[in-house]
């Protein structure tokens, strides 16, 4: 940090400390032992008075004068012309030295323009004082007062915004809330603060164990250059297909686009009739819909939440061209049974298995018992372990 800067027609009396980074600007006098903090900014013409004490950060504008009794804490801000006092009722004639009453102004607080802070009377920490106010008894933390006599108006965000009026009231500006209690203000605990919401899926234990892996394969794709598709896609394809025992793996943008290729590849389209499972995510019907083919509903096994595989061949008619099974949850429908329906129809069984990636039946993998199979690498899928 620099050392501090003192401007040449400033006065600094004996025994003073300034700290670093801090600056005096043109006509000040800062009297025998003030102590200053570091960062400090003292505008053109600002008195301090002896021993006083100015925190980190302070900043007083042109033209402010702080007597002996008034204790300034770190990163007060003191607006131009701001009036400190230091005796209730001065007579010039009377001497009343003895009678000094001690002002402090907390961390944080800021004192308006011409504001008079009548001594003996403290300004809680992030308080605001506005412009002109004479304040003539305490003001509490983050209270915000103005006039003469000064009266809390409302509360003051430590960011320095004005907050709603209400019992917990949260910044506008940047999201902090308040507990209000009387004359009392506080900012709330963290968790009453922003109650974070229960997220969707929290990949963070999942993935630290594998952080470097991930981290190594980032690093690889991005100084391959290669951000679509490339050596990366096709090696992927490669072992997907491997795994799940098929000829052809095809990577596309999503699962849900892995339906909608499957089924435009089958050329299904209007006046076509795709039967799925009531309950499924919505891009099983919606891919459906998509292609304008009417998606046809056969309700769920209670058992296994799947197609009930027995309640198909009831809704099969003419314009039947296809079947799209999900397999929910990581568990395979029954696709014994879906098979032979298809084959005594001549219908297409496309594979939903998003969520089933690795799931395993005594006739093998999911993706490899129809004629094309649809997989979702969205992070919260159900992912079978090896
Ligand atoms: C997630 C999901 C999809 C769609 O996969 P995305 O990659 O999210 O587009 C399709 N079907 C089922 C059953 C799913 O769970």
Redesign the pocket.
Known sequence: MAPPFVHSSAVVDDDVRIGDGSRVWHFCHVSQGARIGKNASLGQNVFVGRGVTLGNGVKVQNNVSIYEGVEIDDDVFLGPSCVFTNVLAPRAFIEKKAEYHPTRVGRGATVGANATIVCGNHVGPYALVGAGAVVTRDVPAYGLVVGNPARRVGWSCKCGVRLPDAPRPRCPSCGQSYIVEGEVCRPAPHAESAPDPIPLVDLRAEHAPLLPALVRAFERVVSSGEMILGEEVRAFEHEAAQTLGVSHAVGVS??????LVSLMALGIGPGDEVVTSAY??F??AGSIARTLATPVFVDIDLNTLNIDANAIASVITPRTKAIIV?H?FGLPADMRTIAKIAAAHGLFVIE?A??AFMAKTPEGPVGGLGDIA?F???PP?SRCAR
């Open positions: 999503s699962g849900t686009d892995a339906l499924s995510f891009a099983s999900p929910l939903d998003a969520q649809c979702s690498v969205f899928k």
